[in-house]
């Protein structure tokens, strides 16, 4: 079956909102890509199970939660796009140092939520640009602390619809990565704190922030870090050294605060960023001998 063979009146029965060639581009921290063939933003886990069950199982399925690290192509992504952001933001004290959050709040939200309870942990979360749902996907970290590190249990919910709870032990994660089970994705994760101080994890807090807002073009649009640190180096020391701060591919171009950022100008096409990354690529290989490897995921149709 294809998206086209979906009509919009088939998921009238859901509390949640579906949107029918929607554009992508203002749920991406980027600004730009094509359109989606729908766009479903669900009114809570429940509403979210009901939607899959009624979803044919050959129905191309995409998570977006803020959209950083992403880059959708110009040509949209065909489906349907399940956003969180605004929407899956659940979050709550559970015992005395476990916290659960849902996949749509976003980083810098628990990091603040916990700190204020008085507890530490994920502070390093607050310079995140991103979801729970997406740090539990890619094992984010920054600051030197990472997602996992905290990580009690998640719940994960299938392509079916079925929701259950899952331990650290049913993933293989490592730096940027985490594989589980197939055709699941995690709808809310628990996370292990200590006993803190809150004015002093505050603190910490709008430190991480001001020291993120002078390293990083935070000014613009970005998507994050583009590509993974190689082991024992730095990804922007490389493309400093490569002379590719400024480099521009239509309105497209390498930080010059930060070489490992790509800003975006005016009518910027996601076609500049991606030929902007591996030409990026290509010549830090050539001058270095070293291939890095995208952080970013680059998704959908080309024009």
Known sequence: MHTGDI???AFQKLRGRVLQKERLAPYTSWRVGGPGDFVYIPADLNDVSDFLQQLPIDVPLLWLGLGSNTLIRDGGIPGVTLITQGALNDIEHCEPFLVRAEAGVSCAQIARYTARLGLAGLE???GIPGT???ALAMNAGCYGGETWQRVAKVETISRLGHRQLRTAADFEVGYRHVKGPENEWFAAGYFNLNAGEKQRSLEDIKLLIEK???SQ???WPNGGSVFRNPPGDYAARLIEQSGLKGMSIGNARVSEKHANFIITEGDAKA???ESL?????DVVEKEHGIRLKPEVRIIGKSV
Do not use: C, E, K
């Open 7 to 9: 009509s919009i009146q």
């Open 124 to 126: 390093f979360m607050a």
């Open 132 to 134: 729970v749902g997406g």
């Open 212 to 214: 993120r807002n002078l």
């Open 217 to 219: 073009p935070t000014s």
């Open 271 to 273: 076609a500049d960023i």
């Open 277 to 281: 990354i591996f030409h990026v690529a």
